[in-house]
T-cell receptor
Framework: AQSVAQPEDQVNVAEGNPLTVKCTYS??????LFWYVQYPNRGLQFLLK??????LVKGSYGFEAEFNKSQTSFHLKKPSALVSDSALYFC????????????FGRGTSLIVHP | GAGVSQSPSNKVTEKGKDVELRCDPI?????LYWYRQSLGQGLEFLIY????????KSGLPSDRFSAERTGGSVSTLTIQRTQQEDSAVYLC????????????FGSGTQLSVL
């Protein structure tokens, strides 16, 4: 079975400060990990993914995520937050040996204050 | 079209009525997913279509829910005898069907059952 946890319902950060949105996962085999962002009244948009290779993955809008196998984590990061980054962020996982259906976390609301 | 299209964008119905939600995926995408997004519940998988294979219906919450995909393209999610707990945003996504590829989401249908 595959699962993903986003322990924070909401993250607050001041504009210009670094941000981290946490994600941990559980799979039987190797994980395929994804981050998506949802702006109000919109569908989810892909940000970045980890399949294999470098543990630090760079994505859209200046976001990056670090894969940590020993801690089974895939935290989303950005060095300097923008007010426009305020949105709902979803982590998703697929088990390499599982189905083609990604499991999504509950989502974390990121609020960037001016 | 350039993206995944869903209709209607909003649907208000009375308890006990049937509703149909439509999804038009990106042309050429063989995989199609339906998810349900409820407040505070994250994304709940409903059903998955891949090419001509039998769909994975393991996420459908009850036999009131059904979906079909005609000609490997457009999909319709049907909810019979709607209940108030069916109120949610229904999201459709498509992908190329490759095991490590991202999903492209539509903007969703907001269903409200009165």
């Amino acid at each position: 079975a595959q699962s993903v946890a986003q322990p924070e319902d909401q993250v607050n950060v001041a504009e210009g400060n670094p941000l981290t949105v946490k994600c941990t996962y559980s799979v039987s085999g190797n994980p395929y990990l994804f981050w998506y962002v949802q702006y109000p009244n919109r569908g989810l948009q892909f940000l970045l993914k980890y399949i294999t290779g470098d543990n630090l993955v760079k994505g859209s809008y200046g976001f990056e995520a670090e894969f940590n196998k020993s801690q089974t984590s895939f935290h989303l990061k950005k060095p300097s937050a923008l007010v426009s980054d305020s949105a709902l962020y979803f982590c998703a996982v697929r088990d390499e040996k599982g189905s083609y259906i990604p499991t999504f976390g509950r989502g974390t609301s990121l609020i960037v204050h001016p | 079209g350039a993206g995944v299209s869903q209709s209607p964008s909003n649907k208000v119905t009375e308890k006990g009525k049937d509703v149909e939600l439509r999804c038009d995926p990106i042309s050429g995408h063989t995989a199609l997913y339906w998810y349900r997004q409820s407040l505070g519940q994250g994304l709940e998988f409903l059903i998955y279509f891949q090419g001509n294979s039998a769909p994975d219906k393991s996420g459908l919450p009850s036999d009131r829910f059904s979906a079909e995909r005609t000609g490997g393209s457009v999909s319709t999610l049907t909810i019979q005898r709607t209940q108030q707990e069916d109120s949610a945003v229904y999201l459709c996504a498509s992908s190329t069907g490759q095991y490590n590829e991202k999903l492209f989401f539509g903007s969703g249908t907001q269903l409200s059952v009165l």
